[in-house]
């Protein structure tokens, strides 16, 4: 059982973590195109 526990872990541990870095990529793509706009109207 704890191997299986430990695995289902660590699986779900990989899949967060690469869920947060798109997002976060994403979030940082968009705060850039923001910055440039508001850079641009000024």
Known sequence: MSPLIIGVLGLIGLIVLIVLG???????SKGDKLIQEKSGKI
């Not at 997002?23 to 940082?28: D, G, N, Q, T, Y």
């Open 22 to 28: 798109v997002v976060s990529l994403i979030f940082i």
